[in-house]
């Protein structure tokens, strides 16, 4: 079956096969679809923002927010000239909203990625809660209908699937308790999404938001990594069948000289190597609110580093990708070549960024314009 087409053998998801040790053939599916994914030089575009996340961004750009502007905005992204996008995007993360949309032309999303070589994924968490118990810790529901969700993706022509749980660093967090819950909730995504033959994405998201230094942020990093394997594995979740999808390790205190894409690389590949099994085979990040330049700079520094790299180190982003086109596009039908010229332009820097391809000096700082370096 080829990625993207809609699945009707039915028979084939017993409801057996969701409590038991997943069938070889199912761990042979995934990793098929991990391979079609983490394809050297691709990475993943998420736009899979709920209409509430959305709105924000479309509210700065006096674009007005709703159903139909929301397709016409996504139709915009993925309508981009076929042969370019699919040489550096390998998968997209939809929103459910999109999943039931068509194109101005009629055709659906998913069909519409399929026809350009690109796996369809979907964003199937519901969105966070606070955690009770905590000081003002967060986190996600949507455990509940996920396998029956799982199935009628799969179905739909999903492959991929993705769960995001967040973690906020200050004095006394992340607690314990948000760490083991959300470790846990994770899990859990992951083994019901592979028991419905999805490639679980696990987004443990350590937010880049609070008055931490890189040191701080590396050993959260690291606890929380080793809190989540641990789980994980606990779960028996396949690990060669999933993909995690961290931040990087940031503090937005610190001065540029000691932030330079080369240490963000340094102490991102020191987390990782300490707590991610080799048995992992991808590991695409986040831009989490990284300018632009930054998420290129970095990924592109991760992927120079001499240290040893087990796993194929890419990108899954959402706003390092759209920002640009975004705000160009406005809603406006004579910019959407223009905004999609500059997509593509973004997404080849990250595409040559997830091959550590860039070149750019020792002292470049993480706030150095690309534009100067290319
Ligand atoms: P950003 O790259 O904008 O952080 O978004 C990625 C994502 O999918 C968050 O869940």
Known sequence: MQFGEKCCCKDKISSST??????????????????????????????????????????????????????????????????????YISGVILHHETIYQKTSKNVEFVELLRQRNIVA?????RGLVPLLGTEDEKTTQGLDDLWENCIRYKKEGCHFAKWRCVFSISERCPSQLAMNINANVLARF?????????????????????????????????EMLSTLFRTLNEHHVYLEGMVLKPAMVLSRIQKPTRCTPQIVAEYTLRALRRTVPTAIPAI???????????????????????????WRLSFCYGRALQNAAM??????????????????????????????ELQFGENETCTRNTNDIF
Request: proline share 3%; net charge negative; with cysteine.
């Open 18 to 87: 969701k409590c038991t040790k997943l069938d070889p053939a199912v761990c042979l599916e995934l990793q098929k679809i991990i391979e079609a994914i983490a394809t050297s030089g691709k990475g993943l575009l998420a736009c899979d923002e709920s209409p509430a996340s959305l709105d924000q961004r479309f509210q700065e750009l006096g674009i007005e927010n709703t159903e139909v502007t929301r397709c016409a905005y996504r139709e915009m992204l993925l309508s981009a000239d076929k042969s370019q996008l699919s040489r």
């Open 121 to 125: 994924g979907i964003k199937v968490d």
């Open 190 to 222: 992951a083994s019901i999404c592979q028991s419905a033959r999805m490639v679980p994405i696990v987004e443990p998201e350590i937010l880049n938001n609070g008055e931490y230094d890189i040191d701080r942020a590396l050993r959260v990093h690291e």
């Open 284 to 310: 695409f990040f986040l831009s989490g609110g990284q300018n632009d330049e930054e998420s290129v700079l970095n990924l592109n520094a991760i992927n120079m580093h001499d240290d040893k790299k087990p």
């Open 327 to 356: 705000k160009i596009w406005k809603n406006n039908l004579e910019n959407i070549n223009k905004a999609q010229v500059i997509f593509l332009e973004r997404a080849e820097l990250c595409s040559k960024a997830s091959l550590g």
